[in-house]
């Protein structure tokens, strides 16, 4: 189906991206699943303070609370989307071993602190791999 | 003994949609089994092929997590509630 980003939400992403590099970022994406649109991100706290660089965790507890914040607003849960420091925008094997199903994961590559390329992916169902699905507008940022 | 299920947003397609599932069940893994025969697409999804609950599944009996508790071994009286919440992680490499 694909991934929408509208209003504010791609520039949101990518600014949460470059502030925190060169840590990792994560945040949810929320809108309307079945039209595949996002329209609101939320930043989340990154709990993987052993291993920022590479690795982002979010507990049940912060995050239930967060997309209960959102759900309150009318919003759905589209997905997540974190960011990759210098590293592409490609799902690794732990990425794809952590991810839900019917959800969109939206990475975001940063090179030297600027946003570089963004992709969006979604679990096969028997969780071997992760396929991209069409992002708009995905072309990467201007310079 | 019935207890309830509270399926999150990523699983609900497995279970026709519905934010919660009764089914009958003396303790939490066996609950959990109970959930997965009845729809066993959502299987690979809460455990691993070990049988080992994936790392993002944790399960909530009322507000404490099984974990903290008896783990699978957790017992259930009639009534309770069983909550599936999701953490997410990942990371470049």
């Known amino acids: 189906m694909g991934l929408r980003l509208e209003g504010s939400a791609r520039a949101d992403i990518l600014a949460h991206a470059e502030a925190g590099y060169p840590h990792e970022v994560v945040g949810i994406l929320a809108g309307s699943r079945a ?11 990154n709990e993987r303070a052993d291993s920022l660089a590479n690795r982002y965790a979010v507990g049940p507890l912060a995050l239930a609370r967060a997309e209960a914040a959102l759900e309150a607003e009318g919003l759905e849960i589209v997905g997540y989307y974190h960011s990759h420091p210098d590293h592409p925008s490609r799902y690794s094997d732990f990425d794809r071993d952590h991810a ?11 090179r030297a602190g600027r946003a570089d390329t963004l992709q969006s992916w979604r679990l096969r169902e028997d969780r071997s791999v992760m396929d991209e699905e069409p992002l708009s507008p995905g072309v990467p940022p201007c310079p | 003994m019935s207890v309830n299920i509270l399926i999150p947003t990523a699983l609900r397609g497995y279970v026709g949609g519905v934010s919660s599932v009764p089914v009958s069940a003396d303790t939490a893994g066996a609950a959990l089994d109970a959930l997965t025969t009845a729809h066993p697409a959502l299987a690979t999804h809460l455990r691993t092929p070990e049988g080992k609950l994936r790392s993002f599944v944790n399960v909530y009996k009322g507000h404490e997590d099984i974990r903290h508790l008896q783990k699978e071994a957790t017992p259930l009286s009639a009534g309770d509630t069983l909550t599936i919440v999701p953490s997410i992680a990942g990371g470049a490499r």
């Open chain 1, 35 to 45: 039209a595949g649109v996002v329209t609101r991100v939320a930043a989340l706290v």
């Open chain 1, 100 to 110: 839900l199903p019917n959800m969109s994961y939206l990475i975001v590559s940063v």
